[in-house]
Structure formats: structure tokens, C-alpha cells
């Protein structure tokens, strides 16, 4: 039985965020071709097979972090309306290897250097803190790629960190644009 995963983007213009100087730095540090507004924040969710979705939420078990805060791994609802979503397929070991790895990971501090230093070749790895004697530490695609390295759904020789914004761009040709609708209960008319 295959399982799905969702990877979860909130856009730099969405009104979910708050207005501040840090939402609005890390929507200049990237651009996109189409003049789009940039990706700023991703999320894991994890969904379990037949987990139904309603109408106008996505609902699971999410994996991220937040600036200064904790990897987190609890279940969440996702609106519809300020999400954008990719879905990937991948085998019950790989989901139960991806979850555990967020289990393991949750409560893990912010990668405050690395998120601001993502683009030079200095940046600190979510690893690199285990030298000080200190848990590793993440921003939010860092841990999304961590767990989809630890899965085998991303190769090893994928950067762990990069923007929110490249992360969204490098899945797009490997998973499918999903709007989270449980396209069962949707009946088509053709007139």
C-alpha cells in the first residue's frame, strides 16, 4: 500500500503571516522568474492512508519549525485557501522512516546562522551544532529535506538547506500540484 506525503508552502503575501522585518527579509533573499511572490515558510504532513480531507482544510500530522522556535510534529489544519501543496507518493517504510525522523528531531532549537546564511558557503549544517555539545538545529526546509533525505525521497547529494522557495522548486518536476481535496467525493459534469 502506497502512502502520500504533502509538502505544505505559505507564500510571502499571505495574510496567515504576520507583517514583520523578517517575513519580508526572507522573501527578498529569492526571486522567481514569474514575478510570483516567493515561498517563505514549508512544512511535512504526514497523511495517513483513508485519512479523509474536508472541503476547505487539509488536516495531519505536520512536521516544521518557526524562527526562534521548536521542531515541532503535531497535528495540524491547513487552509486551502493560503496553502499550496505538492504531494509525493512513497512506500509505509519510507513514510514510517520520515516520521520517526521527525519524532526523533522534535523539540530541536532554530538554526538562527543558517537561516541567515543559507546562500554562503559557511552556513552551518542542522548537524554542525553536535560539535558544541548541542542537538542539531533547523529552519523550516532544512528539517523538510532532512526528513525527505532520511526517507530516500530526496538523494544524499541534495543540500540540506536551501530556501523555502528552491525547496518548492526543485519538487515541482518529482511530485504533483495538489489542492488536498479528497478526490473521491468529487463528481464531474460535463455539459
Same mark, same amino acid.
Given at each position: 500500500?502506497?502512502?502520500?506525503?504533502?509538502?505544505?508552502?505559505?507564500?510571502?503575501?499571505?495574510?496567515?503571516?504576520?507583517?514583520?522585518?523578517?517575513?519580508?527579509?526572507?522573501?527578498?533573499?529569492?526571486?522567481?522568474?514569474? =514575478?510570483?511572490?516567493?515561498?517563505?515558510?514549508?512544512?511535512? +504532513?504526514?497523511?495517513? $492512508?483513508?485519512? @479523509? !480531507?474536508? &472541503?476547505?482544510?487539509?488536516?495531519?500530522?505536520?512536521?516544521?519549525?518557526?524562527?526562534?522556535?521548536?521542531?515541532?510534529?503535531?497535528?495540524?489544519?491547513?487552509?486551502?485557501?493560503?496553502?499550496?501543496?505538492?504531494?509525493?507518493?512513497?512506500?509505509?517504510?519510507?513514510?514510517?522512516?520520515?516520521?520517526?525522523?521527525?519524532?526523533?528531531?522534535? =523539540?530541536?532549537?532554530?538554526?538562527?546562522?543558517?537561516?541567515? +546564511?543559507?546562500?554562503? $558557503?559557511?552556513? @552551518? !549544517?542542522? &548537524?554542525?551544532?553536535?560539535?558544541?555539545?548541542?542537538?542539531?538545529?533547523?529552519?523550516?526546509?532544512?528539517?523538510?529535506?532532512?526528513?525527505?533525505?532520511?526517507?530516500?525521497?530526496?538523494?544524499?547529494?541534495?543540500?540540506?538547506?536551501?530556501?523555502?522557495?528552491?525547496?518548492?522548486?526543485?519538487?515541482?518536476?518529482?511530485?504533483?500540484?495538489?489542492?488536498?481535496?479528497?478526490?473521491?467525493?468529487?463528481?464531474?459534469?460535463?455539459?
Amino acid at each position: 500500500m502506497t502512502h502520500k506525503i504533502m509538502l505544505c508552502f505559505v507564500r510571502s503575501d499571505s495574510d496567515i503571516l504576520q507583517a514583520s522585518w523578517l517575513n519580508r527579509a526572507a522573501a527578498s533573499m529569492t526571486t522567481n522568474d514569474d =514575478g510570483s511572490p516567493p515561498f517563505i515558510h514549508s512544512e511535512l +504532513l504526514f497523511c495517513p $492512508p483513508g485519512s @479523509p !480531507s474536508g &472541503t476547505d482544510t487539509v488536516s495531519g500530522l505536520a512536521c516544521s519549525i518557526v524562527y526562534s522556535g521548536q521542531v515541532h510534529l503535531e497535528s495540524k489544519r491547513f487552509s486551502r485557501k493560503e496553502w499550496f501543496f505538492r504531494s509525493m507518493e512513497c512506500s509505509k517504510s519510507q513514510y514510517d522512516m520520515m516520521l520517526q525522523f521527525c519524532q526523533e528531531r522534535k =523539540g530541536n532549537g532554530f538554526n538562527h546562522l543558517g537561516y541567515f +546564511l543559507y546562500w554562503s $558557503p559557511l552556513r @552551518p !549544517s542542522p &548537524t554542525s551544532y553536535q560539535w558544541l555539545g548541542m542537538s542539531p538545529r533547523w529552519y523550516c526546509s532544512e528539517i523538510v529535506i532532512g526528513a525527505l533525505k532520511h526517507g530516500e525521497i530526496l538523494d544524499s547529494s541534495v543540500s540540506d538547506s536551501m530556501h523555502p522557495n528552491e525547496l518548492y522548486k526543485m519538487v515541482q518536476g518529482s511530485s504533483m500540484a495538489d489542492c488536498g481535496r479528497n478526490m473521491k467525493d468529487i463528481s464531474l459534469r460535463f455539459v
